[in-house]
């Protein structure tokens, strides 16, 4: 068990539609970052939150959006989905931003658009 | 930019017998390398970690890579599998981009251990 959290496990929905993934990360972390899995494309960094701030864009698109709280849990949120979202999303949390800092990764949020 | 290539998209072991899952990178700099293992349906682990320390470095579960600049490699090695090992591994260089560091993966390893 690595203490990043994420939720729901599994998520169905249709095209079109809008969902929220959430994660909370290990305690003391302050930087979360979130990636996404797919057969096709492999594991893509999607974006990173440092304290609350922004850091960086990977190959995020204009329908996603992510935020992260005070408190310090991420959420992730995608809308107009298309079957092409279908896919596992990770987040995953590490203390600060150095360069050999390690990640900790959640169990992960599978998605499915049907 | 850095980035990481995994040799070989699918290994096949006998329990028993050695494991030696290739990783080669590019950087323009001391890189900072990682091996993950994710088993199915299951999130990433770290095995293991490179930090410009110590080249050979050791990791759980009998895992150990060696990270050889002359050779820009730094492939994962077990000396005995166990069926537990069958999972995909993921050769991991960690990028600076404006201000901070992100993750590259490789494209994955997929071990397959046979009884």
């Known amino acids: 068990d690595s203490g990043v959290t994420q939720t729901p496990k599994h998520l169905i929905t249709a095209t079109g539609q809008r969902v929220t993934l959430r994660c909370s990360p290990r305690s003391g972390d302050l930087s979360v970052y979130w990636y996404q899995q797919s057969l096709d494309q492999g594991l893509q960094f999607l974006i990173q939150y440092y304290n609350g701030e922004e850091r960086a864009k990977g190959n995020i698109l204009e329908r996603f959006s992510a935020q992260q709280f005070p408190d310090l849990h991420s959420e992730l949120n995608l809308s107009s989905l298309e079957l092409g979202d279908s896919a596992l999303y990770f987040c995953?949390?590490?203390?600060?931003?150095?360069?050999?800092?390690?990640?900790?990764f959640g169990p992960g949020t599978r998605l499915l658009v049907l | 930019a850095q980035s990481v290539t995994q040799l070989d998209s699918h290994v096949s072991v006998s329990e028993g017998t050695p494991v030696l899952l290739r990783c080669n990178y590019s950087?323009?700099?001391?890189?900072?390398l990682f091996w993950y293992v994710q088993h199915p349906n299951k999130g990433l682990q770290l095995l293991l970690k490179y930090t410009s320390a110590a080249t050979l470095v050791k990791g759980i579960n009998g895992f150990e890579a060696e990270f050889k600049k002359s050779e820009t490699s730094f492939h994962l090695t077990k000396p005995s599998a166990h069926m537990s090992d069958a999972a995909e591994y993921f050769c991991?260089?960690?990028?600076?981009?404006?201000?901070?560091?992100?993750?590259?993966f490789g494209t994955g390893t997929r071990l397959k251990v046979l009884a």
């Open positions: 991991v260089v960690s990028d600076h981009l404006g201000g901070t560091y992100k993750y590259i």
């Open positions: 950087s323009s700099y001391s890189p900072s």
């Open positions: 995953a949390s590490s203390v600060a931003l150095a360069r050999g800092e390690t990640q900790y």
